[in-house]
């Protein structure tokens, strides 16, 4: 069972918007698709760079660095040179606010 933490208000992600938000010592990106929140960790697993300073199309975020591309749906890698998927977090929605899921 997870544990909820409020990470955001949906306000503040438009459509094709994402944002970095800490849960405890994780960094994980947020993203909006068309109106759905999706939630994974924010570190590309090929190298140690931020996704949220990557550029986000559809639901596939690309790293800033070397131009790895991820499902933010699946976490799922899209495009190498990564090759490990990202971890996923479930989400969801309590009146304006985003929850997302952490391990127990």
């Not at 996923?88 to 899921?101: A, F, H, L, N, Q």
């Amino acid at each position: 069972m997870s544990a909820f933490v409020k990470a955001a208000r949906v306000a503040e992600l438009a459509p094709g918007t994402m944002k970095q938000v800490a849960i405890g010592p994780r960094r994980v990106l947020l993203a909006n698709v068309g109106g759905q929140f999706f939630a994974v960790d924010d570190t590309c697993t090929h190298e140690d760079a931020s996704l949220s300073r990557g550029v986000l199309r559809g639901e596939w975020v690309k790293c800033p660095l070397h131009g790895s591309r991820f499902n933010v749906r699946t976490g799922e890698v899209v495009e190498d040179p990564a090759s490990e998927t990202l971890a996923t977090y479930p989400v969801r929605i309590e009146g304006d606010e985003v929850w997302i899921g952490t391990p127990s």
